[in-house]
Nanobody, 126 residues
Framework: QVQLVESGGGLVQPGGSLRLSCEAS????????IGWFRQAPGREREGVSC????????NYADSVKGRFTISRDNAKNTVYLQMNSLKPEDTAVYYC???????????????????WGQGTQVTVSS
């Protein structure tokens, strides 16, 4: 069964850090580009970051550049999102998703991703 499972979300104070994990089962993550998306209440799902399959090329939304880092550990079949200097506006449900690189028109296009996790809540509040 193909599955993506996110973990690592929680409540953190502004300026704090969290590391999200996205673990795959039923398929090998290293053959896919992996994206992180987030959705806050009343807002559309937006792309946060993406890492390509072969070259490990990374992309970030302007709102998280310099604060978030995406990485992958193929041996663990897991992709991570390290989030530092968190702000209240980062509060959202975070999802990871997998797509074949050749089928991605843009890294932040949610409709190009085939597999999705169930999401993990990140709340930044004092």
């Amino acid at each position: 069964q193909v599955q993506l499972v996110e973990s690592g979300g929680g409540l953190v104070q502004p300026g704090g850090s969290l590391r999200l994990s996205c673990e795959a089962s039923g398929f090998m993550l290293n053959y896919y580009a992996i994206g992180w998306f987030r959705q806050a209440p009343g807002r559309e799902r937006e792309g946060v970051s993406c890492i390509s399959s072969k070259d490990g090329i990374t992309n970030y939304a302007d709102s998280v550049k310099g604060r978030f880092t995406i990485s992958r550990d193929n041996a663990k079949n897991t992709v991570y999102l390290q989030m530092n200097s968190l702000k209240p506006e980062d509060t959202a449900v975070y999802y990871c998703a997998a797509a074949l690189d050749r089928l991605l028109s843009t890294w932040y296009g949610a409709t190009d991703y085939h597999y999705w996790g169930q999401g993990t809540q990140v709340t930044v509040s004092s």
